[in-house]
């Protein structure tokens, strides 16, 4: 069955950088576009971006356009979230997912990202 495990969380300061990583198993993983993902305190999850099955186009909320980077790599099954000049309204729990997703789908864990100010 689906598996997703986001790891990479942290408390970090205001400017500063984290990687997350996502590993996938129980699907044929290189099929599907996938997406990160955070739901920050008291607020809904919202779509933070995405990379295509092959990683050649990715896209991204607008809130963290030029700040985060999404990459995968296929033969590992991981997609990662590069975060630079991270802000306090960055924190969130994070979460990958398979494309499409909703409320119904399978979800991780999630991994807790905390911006101090």
């Known amino acids: 069955q689906v598996h997703i495990v986001e790891t990479g969380g942290d408390l970090v300061q205001s400017g500063g950088s984290l990687s997350l990583t996502c590993t996938a198993s129980?699907?044929?993983?290189?099929?599907?576009?996938m997406s990160w993902y955070r739901q920050p305190p008291g607020k809904a999850r919202e779509w933070v971006a995405q990379i295509s099955l092959g990683g050649g186009v990715d896209t991204y909320a607008t809130s963290v356009e030029g700040r985060f980077t999404i990459s995968r790599d296929n033969a590992r099954n991981t997609v990662n979230l590069q975060m630079d000049n991270l802000k306090p309204e960055d924190t969130a729990v994070y979460y990958c997912?398979?494309?499409?997703?909703?409320?119904?789908?399978?979800w991780g864990q999630g991994t807790q990202v905390t911006v101090s100010s």
């Open positions: 997912n398979r494309d499409p997703a909703d409320e119904y789908s399978y």
């Open positions: 129980g699907f044929p993983f290189s099929s599907y576009a």
